[in-house]
Structures are given as structure tokens and as C-alpha cells.
């Protein structure tokens, strides 16, 4: 899981947090559920399926591998539409390829991030590239769904490509855990991503043996979900490992440790930090469209159907 690597001791340090700060404890543990998505590609999906009150104003997650796929074996998702929220495509290994009925597209690669806004409506596509379809290879990535208020949703489309080199690297205060800050603040530090709704998006990995220890915004939720190893979270040291999200409860800091006993296949901990100010509107979400009412899924639905979302502009490959 090379996703941007550095040496932690030559990194800006998160401060620990205060002894007075209150370490939030774990209300629960959530197995991801396995589902196929697209042409037929294995996911693992901790939410939906509980309660949208705690992942608001997160809608949905999914862990795509990690897999080594064979020659010809790479699958994806063709077209399809979004409208009314926002989808975050996280690569640590390997690589997609991303269409759209705007004219856009490009390659998400090792270590990068992007962030696309679909607002008002949108049609695209994110395929294996032909290099991995045609030689194979290991794929490991993320995709995090995030609401748009009622007040955003018909915004125009945008995008956001977040390079590797672009991620904020922390280090924990002991330099045993590596921080990478996709979006949001985290201890006084700003990542790259810009959020219609405040939130952090981060990536840890921690040495084994290691505890992690993070200012939280008290406003804020918090939730954090294995990529692989095993560890414990919160004030009570609760079991976690690959597969699982931990949903915290109330306080102003987070503690997350990792085994001392790893494995060769997963030899850190490594974990998406996930957390934001609820929106808390009422949501109808149907498939790939999220608003605030029956209608305006039902209008979501015919404007895709009449075409009103774009299509996507054939390449000269795919002509």
C-alpha cells in the first residue's frame, strides 16, 4: 500500500492532544457487507445500512480491494449518472480511468484523490486503463459518497484532482504514524481538498505496537475503517480489524492503536479517518441520485432518461 509514503521524522507533527481532552469512546462496530458493483467488481461496504444519523453527511463507502488482478481480468463501472451529491475516488494502488459527459477525464493513480462534484447532474464512466486491463495487476482504492445540502445540490458540476504529491503528510507527535490529510483540518492543518460541507478525510497508517492519538472537532462525528491490520479504537480499547468502521462517540479527541503482532500482507494499521458537521436534512436516495424529496427523484430519473444529464463523448479509441 505505497499511497504516498514518507519518513515521519522530517514531517510537521499533530500536537498531542490535551490531557483534559475527552477521548471519544466506540458506540459500535460495523462489518462491511460484500456487493458487486459495475461490470461485476467485488466491494466491501460498511454504509449504508445503519443508522444515516451517525455517517451523515456521509452516504456511502466502499472498499474496492485490494485485489491482483490477471490479464484481461479488471472490471469497472460504464456509464452511469450521479446528481446531488459528491463522490471522492481514493487510489492507493494501481489505477482508473475516468469519463464524463463535460469532456473531462483523466487517470487516478497511485497516492491521488479525485474529487468530483456532481451538483446538478452528470453522466461518467471509470474504467480499468488498458495498461492494467492488458497486464494485470494489484488495485487497491476507496470511494466515499458526501451529501450536498438542499442549497448545493443543483450546483454545477465540478472537479478536483488531488495529486499524491499534493496530500498533506503528518506525523503523530511520537513519529510512529503517518498521517496523510486529503481534506478537511486536522490539528491546525489543512489538506487540499475544498468541501462544501466541513469535514476531515484522512489516511493513517501506524507502526505496529504504535497509538495514534488526533484532536477531534467536538462538533463533529467520527468514524474510522480498517484498509487492513488489526488494532483497537477508542477509550475502551475496542478490537478492530480489516473490513470494519468504527463509529465513535462524543469528545474532542481520538485514539486509535495498533497490534504489536501484525502480519507480512498488512505489516502496519492502516485506517480512513472520516468525519464531518451533519447536515441533517431529509434525504430520498435512489440508486445513483441523493436529494431532499420523492420529486426531485423522480425528476433526477427522467433527466437522465431524456438525455438532460449529457452522454459521454466517444474517444477515438472507444469511436
Given at each position: 500500500?505505497?499511497?504516498?509514503?514518507?519518513?515521519?521524522?522530517?514531517?510537521?507533527?499533530?500536537?498531542?492532544?490535551?490531557?483534559?481532552?475527552?477521548?471519544?469512546?466506540?458506540?459500535?462496530?460495523?462489518?462491511?457487507?460484500?456487493?458487486?458493483?459495475?461490470?461485476?467488481?467485488?466491494?466491501?461496504?460498511?454504509?449504508?445500512?445503519?443508522?444515516?444519523?451517525?455517517?451523515?453527511?456521509?452516504?456511502?463507502?466502499?472498499?474496492?480491494?485490494?485485489?491482483?488482478?490477471?490479464?484481461?481480468?479488471?472490471?469497472?463501472?460504464?456509464?452511469h449518472p450521479h446528481r446531488g451529491f459528491e463522490t471522492v475516488t481514493y487510489i492507493m494502488d494501481g489505477a482508473i480511468e475516468h469519463k464524463d459527459s463535460t469532456g473531462g477525464g483523466g487517470v487516478i493513480t497511485d497516492g491521488a484523490t479525485q474529487w468530483m462534484t456532481a451538483g446538478a447532474?452528470?453522466?461518467?464512466?471509470?474504467?480499468?486503463?488498458?495498461?492494467?486491463?492488458?497486464?494485470?495487476?494489484?488495485?487497491?482504492?476507496?470511494?466515499?459518497?458526501?451529501?450536498?445540502?438542499?442549497?448545493?445540490?443543483?450546483?454545477?458540476?465540478?472537479?478536483?484532482?488531488?495529486?499524491?504529491?499534493?496530500?498533506?503528510?503528518?506525523?503523530?507527535?511520537?513519529?510512529?504514524?503517518?498521517?496523510?490529510?486529503?481534506?478537511?483540518?486536522?490539528?491546525?492543518?489543512?489538506?487540499?481538498?475544498?468541501?462544501?460541507?466541513?469535514?476531515?478525510?484522512?489516511?493513517?497508517?501506524?507502526?505496529?505496537?504504535?497509538r495514534l492519538e488526533l484532536p477531534w472537532p467536538s462538533e463533529f462525528n467520527a468514524l474510522a475503517y480498517v484498509l487492513s491490520g488489526r488494532g483497537t479504537a477508542g477509550i475502551g480499547r475496542v478490537a478492530l480489524h480489516e473490513g470494519q468502521l468504527a463509529i465513535f462517540g462524543p469528545g474532542?479527541?481520538?485514539?486509535?492503536?495498533?497490534?504489536?503482532?501484525?502480519?507480512?500482507?498488512?505489516?502496519?494499521?492502516?485506517?480512513?479517518?472520516?468525519?464531518?458537521?451533519?447536515?441533517?436534512?431529509?434525504?430520498?436516495?435512489?440508486?445513483?441520485?441523493?436529494?431532499?424529496?420523492?420529486?426531485?427523484?423522480?425528476?433526477?430519473?427522467?433527466?437522465?432518461?431524456?438525455?438532460?444529464?449529457?452522454?459521454?463523448?466517444?474517444?477515438?479509441?472507444?469511436?
Amino acid at each position: 500500500m505505497p499511497a504516498v509514503e514518507a519518513e515521519t521524522l522530517a514531517l510537521p507533527r499533530i500536537e498531542r492532544p490535551d490531557l483534559a481532552a475527552a477521548v471519544r469512546p466506540v458506540l459500535g462496530v460495523v462489518d462491511a457487507t460484500v456487493t458487486l458493483e459495475g461490470e461485476g467488481f467485488q466491494v466491501r461496504r460498511p454504509f449504508p445500512g445503519i443508522d444515516p444519523n451517525l455517517t451523515d453527511p456521509f452516504l456511502l463507502l466502499d472498499h474496492l480491494g485490494a485485489v491482483e488482478y490477471s490479464p484481461g481480468e479488471a472490471k469497472g463501472a460504464p456509464d452511469h449518472p450521479h446528481r446531488g451529491f459528491e463522490t471522492v475516488t481514493y487510489i492507493m494502488d494501481g489505477a482508473i480511468e475516468h469519463k464524463d459527459s463535460t469532456g473531462g477525464g483523466g487517470v487516478i493513480t497511485d497516492g491521488a484523490t479525485q474529487w468530483m462534484t456532481a451538483g446538478a447532474g452528470i453522466v461518467h464512466s471509470e474504467m480499468p486503463t488498458h495498461e492494467l486491463l492488458v497486464r494485470g495487476g494489484l488495485f487497491h482504492g476507496t470511494q466515499l459518497w458526501v451529501n450536498l445540502p438542499a442549497d448545493k445540490k443543483w450546483s454545477p458540476p465540478r472537479y478536483q484532482d488531488i495529486r499524491g504529491s499534493d496530500v498533506l503528510l503528518l506525523s503523530s507527535h511520537d513519529g510512529a504514524s503517518l498521517v496523510r490529510v486529503i481534506a478537511g483540518d486536522l490539528g491546525g492543518h489543512a489538506g487540499p481538498g475544498r468541501t462544501h460541507t466541513p469535514i476531515v478525510y484522512a489516511h493513517a497508517s501506524i507502526a505496529p505496537g504504535a497509538r495514534l492519538e488526533l484532536p477531534w472537532p467536538s462538533e463533529f462525528n467520527a468514524l474510522a475503517y480498517v484498509l487492513s491490520g488489526r488494532g483497537t479504537a477508542g477509550i475502551g480499547r475496542v478490537a478492530l480489524h480489516e473490513g470494519q468502521l468504527a463509529i465513535f462517540g462524543p469528545g474532542d479527541a481520538l485514539a486509535i492503536a495498533a497490534d504489536e503482532q501484525q502480519t507480512s500482507r498488512a505489516p502496519r494499521l492502516e485506517i480512513l479517518l472520516l468525519g464531518g458537521r451533519p447536515i441533517r436534512e431529509t434525504i430520498a436516495f435512489y440508486g445513483p441520485f441523493v436529494m431532499n424529496t420523492r420529486e426531485e427523484i423522480i425528476q433526477a430519473i427522467a433527466d437522465y432518461r431524456a438525455g438532460r444529464m449529457g452522454v459521454i463523448p466517444p474517444t477515438r479509441r472507444d469511436a
